[in-house]
């Protein structure tokens, strides 16, 4: 499903079928108040029901979220216990909700550092919702960009070692194939909160041609207002995937 750059629409600026978000400041947010980083965490889940809901309203397709890096692991010990404690009361909460929504859940990235028992609950909760269609939630959990494209290419290798297909030449679409995003669009929009303007090894291979935008907002404070802003700048860009402007002016002519 992901769209080759010969493909492009330029009218498909005006509504993002994917944003991904990078979810930054919950520390920060709680240090400003005085208060342990574990309550901007808090406050991070219940600014994701605001967007995902706000997603859905206006029939945006997917939203991915990058909840867990695969660099997190080297935080305190303590804030990640925290952290995989919040991530398995949410699943436990949350997906319910999720379902009578319409919402698919979905998970990317190595979950094999995961307790057994939340490795349980996201496969559950992917079950559960998988039949759904309103919106497509992906959550990118003990993720990086450079280890999904890693294991594409191990997948590809593995599989023409078994027979499983034939020696040919490595091409974009057979790694978009074996990406674990393989079955959603590429991201149209790209939302980093929190003011850093870098996107930390998130989704490399699928980024290569969204729209990157920044906010210092932090992501407590990020709300439907805010991402309002957001697909407003998308709206107002031209996205050209290699062509020109007059080419694309002649494209919208014909259209």
């Known amino acids: 499903m992901s769209m080759s750059n010969d493909d492009f629409d330029p009218l498909d600026g005006s509504m993002p079928r994917h944003v ?10 709680a240090e400003k108040r005085l208060m342990p980083r574990a309550f901007g965490h808090q406050a991070g889940v219940k600014a994701v029901r605001k967007i995902v809901e706000a997603c859905a309203a206006q029939k ?5 979220l990058f909840a867990f890096s695969s660099e997190n692991w080297r935080r305190p010990k303590e804030e990640v216990s925290l ?6 009361t949410t699943l436990q909460r949350e997906v319910d909700k999720l379902d009578r929504n319409n919402i698919r859940l979905r998970f990317i990235g190595d979950r094999s550092l995961f307790s057994e028992k939340l490795q349980q609950k996201m496969a559950q909760g992917e079950i559960q919702t998988q039949n759904n269609t309103a919106l497509t939630l992906v959550i990118a959990a003990n993720y990086g960009g450079r280890w999904d494209t890693c294991q594409a290419f191990q997948q590809v290798i593995d599989k023409m070692a078994a027979g499983e297909l034939e020696p040919q030449k490595i091409t974009e679409q057979l790694i978009n194939q074996h990406l674990s995003t393989a079955d959603i669009p590429e991201p149209d929009l790209f939302i980093r909160t ?47 995937f290699g062509h020109t402007g007059e080419q694309i002016l002649n494209k919208l002519v014909t259209l």
């Open 20 to 29: 991904a978000i990078i979810m930054d400041g919950n520390g920060r947010w």
């Open 194 to 240: 929190g003011g850093e303007q870098r996107v930390s090894n998130f989704m490399l291979w699928q980024l290569a041609y969204t729209e990157l935008y920044f906010t210092p907002l932090l992501w407590p404070d990020f709300d439907q207002q805010a991402l309002d802003a957001a697909i407003t700048s998308f709206k107002g860009r031209q996205r050209r």
């Open 60 to 64: 945006i397709e997917v939203l991915t």
């Open 83 to 88: 952290l995989m404690a919040l991530f398995m």
